[in-house]
């Protein structure tokens, strides 16, 4: 299955809107639950774009399979030269298939090298095993586990 990473456009906002199902609900903190909040979710995202890569702190990916929306990687809390955190979600039909480890692999290369990071992170509830194994999976190790406002996590690094 042959996925590719590109910029999220307006068209995307009502496959975002229904990629996010129960499991986003518990795994993210924040979440679209009508039209609207996807399409103000879509426009930060487009706006991101706009910000030059040198002062850029967010940059969102849909993940593309043959035309289709399969879901989104993003790479946030850019400090460029530095470091950078990463979240995704895969559109439930197209989960369990190594689509969100192969988008995080696209995504690594391109941000190590496009925004010059030593280190990328990615934090998981507990009981997210399906995201912990995607990311063991992508190249990250377990480093520790945190507490946060949406209680524990776990923290997984990855090293250019
Ligand atoms: C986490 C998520 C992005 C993974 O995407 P995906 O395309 O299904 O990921 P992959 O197929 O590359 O890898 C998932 C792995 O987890 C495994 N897995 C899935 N559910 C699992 C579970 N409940 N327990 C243990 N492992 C599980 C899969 O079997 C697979 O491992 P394998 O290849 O060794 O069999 C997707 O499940 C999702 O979008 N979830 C909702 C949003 C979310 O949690 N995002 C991450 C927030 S930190």
């Known amino acids: 299955m042959e996925i590719i990473l590109r910029h999220i456009t307006k068209e ?11 499991d986003a609900a518990k795994f993210f903190a924040t979440y679209p639950t ?34 289709m929306f399969a879901g989104f ?13 990463t979240g995704s979600l895969v559109a439930p039909e197209f989960r369990g298939r190594g689509v969100g480890t192969q988008a995080h692999k696209l995504l690594l290369a391109y941000a ?14 507990l009981a997210n095993k399906a995201s912990q194994r995607m990311l063991e999976k992508s190249g990250y190790k377990y ?9 524990k996590k776990k923290l997984y690094v990855v090293f250019s």
């Open 112 to 125: 190590f090298k496009t925004y010059k990071l030593k280190k990328i992170y990615g934090r998981t509830k």
């Open 34 to 67: 009508t039209m609207e909040e996807a399409a103000k979710e879509v426009q930060e995202i487009l706006d991101a774009y706009e910000v030059p890569k040198e002062k850029r702190t967010k940059e969102t990916f849909a993940i593309d399979i043959g035309g």
């Open 73 to 85: 990687i993003a790479i946030h809390h850019i400090v460029r030269g530095k470091e950078g955190t």
């Open 12 to 22: 995307d906002t009502e496959a975002y809107f229904k990629a996010h199902d129960e």
């Open 143 to 151: 480093e520790k586990t945190i507490e946060t406002e949406g209680g």
